[in-house]
């Protein structure tokens, strides 16, 4: 009774959040261990950032709830330098008691690289709170990375944009094979509103690949595309084939291809200049292996390092440096699972089973991976994607998914996600884009 009563007020209280109330509603979550109250709260505040930042309510979130806030990709902002200033406030209403943890825990969270020069300069190098050695450090990595003095880029979680700006993205082949793009702002509600776009071109899409601003995809008749969908505008680039049963992956200006060479008992990986006319595959470096696995791995990229599963075994994990052109064995996962959908989610990587109940995590920090809640559904055309940071699984033809939530490790069913007249057509890749 007494747990059914807790349940219904943390209901109460998470449909009573607002500006004023979430910083108060955060402490009360973590005092009552309200786990849902703490995470709506944590979303209210990433996504009313700007208003909630001139409220007294701000100053009373918890360090801990400060650092999720802050590093959260969706966090609603104009540029980072509103985060700085926000989270120096923060510090200041009680000093004596914040200063310390600010170098150590904040400040490494905050994104530095990604503000403007008026901003970099006068307001964050000038501040008390930045001149101690830890900070100074931040403010170099800063002040030497790609987006101000175009030297060494910079590669690791403070140089990442935030999507503030997201959209969910469909990409599918419709009617008479036309090349379709669906996308939508938010999930909620009983039914999903989609924007429908169609490029009018008719090529059916055999593979997909992704960059921050572009969709790219393979046809049947070995042609490649990329769609700029701000732009909306199609181009069309060289192609040259693989080898069979490749895995493909994006960086930047190059796609890597990961595949078994059976014949000389080993694994290779090459990469193309997808913008060069009459281009050849290269080899970036081959690890010697006489295992057999004729299925394609499975391969996802985190801060280009390319992590790979299945290559050798079920469980088997490798990780391929982009810059150093090497290849690492990882811990493997604790069971099998395949086929799966792997997903880069705050700097885990996540595994979700397809036709198997189970979703691990994976920290490349610590080489560890944990076993989490798994999905209650399963099925050979379920696909997954990250969306606002959460895990969607979904099914096109039965048009409903689940949606896993991290902070909570908790899985909901969400019905209704495709537009009745589309979701008869295999949804070929669902992702986030800002556009």
Not at 85 to 114: G, H, S, T, Y
Not at 278 to 289: A, F, G, I, P
Not at 379 to 398: P, Q, R
């Amino acid at each position: 009774m007494l747990k059914g009563l807790k349940f219904s007020c943390e209901e109460f209280l998470t449909e009573m959040l607002n500006t004023s109330n979430c910083g108060q509603f955060c402490q009360l979550g973590r005092k009552y261990h309200m786990k849902n109250l703490i995470a709506s709260a944590v979303d209210f505040i990433v996504l009313h950032f700007a208003e909630i930042v001139e409220s007294s309510d701000f100053y009373k979130i918890s360090e801990e709830d400060i650092i999720e806030v802050i590093s959260d990709d969706r966090l609603n902002v104009k540029n980072e330098g509103v985060v700085f200033e926000a989270v120096a406030r923060w510090v200041e209403a009680d000093l004596e008691a914040r200063k310390e943890v600010f170098p150590r825990n904040i400040a490494p969270r905050i994104r530095f690289p990604l503000c403007d020069q008026q901003t970099l300069g006068p307001v964050v190098s000038c501040h008390p709170l930045m001149w101690n050695p830890e900070c100074a450090e931040l403010l170099k990595e800063a002040h030497s990375s790609q987006f101000h003095c175009g030297t060494h880029p910079v590669q690791n979680p403070r140089t990442t944009h935030r999507n503030n700006d997201e959209q969910l993205v469909r990409l599918y082949n419709g009617e008479d094979g036309t090349v379709c793009v669906d996308h939508t702002v938010s999930i909620d509600g009983e039914s999903v509103k989609w924007e429908h776009y169609s490029t009018k071109l008719i090529s059916e899409i055999k593979e997909v690949m992704t960059s921050p601003e572009k969709l790219f995809w393979i046809t049947e008749t070995k042609e490649l595309f990329a769609l700029d969908l701000k732009t909306r505008n199609i181009s069309t680039h060289f192609w040259k084939e693989p080898r069979p049963n490749s895995s493909l992956i994006l960086i930047k200006d190059k796609i890597f291809s990961f595949f078994e060479n059976a014949y000389q008992w080993r694994k290779d990986v090459e990469s193309l200049q997808w913008n060069v006319s009459n281009n050849e595959w290269s080899r970036e470096t081959s690890l010697n292996d006489n295992s057999n696995t004729p299925a394609s791995p499975v391969v996802i990229n985190v801060l280009n390092n390319v992590y790979i599963f299945g290559w050798r075994s079920g469980v088997d994990v490798m990780v391929f440096d982009s810059v150093s052109k090497t290849l690492l064995g990882c811990a493997p996962m604790p069971a099998t699972c395949t086929p799966c959908s792997v997903l880069a989610l705050k700097g885990n990587i996540f595994v979700v089973g397809r036709t198997e109940k189970v979703c691990f995590r994976y920290d490349p920090v610590t080489n560890a991976w944990t076993t989490l809640s798994s999905p209650t559904t399963t099925s050979a055309n379920s696909k997954a994607t990250v969306w606002k940071g959460k895990i969607i699984l979904y099914d096109t033809e039965a048009n409903e998914a689940e949606v896993y939530d991290p902070g909570l490790d908790r899985w909901t069913l969400k019905t209704g996600l495709f537009d009745e007249d589309t979701k008869e057509y295999e949804t070929k890749i669902m992702c986030s884009m800002s556009f």
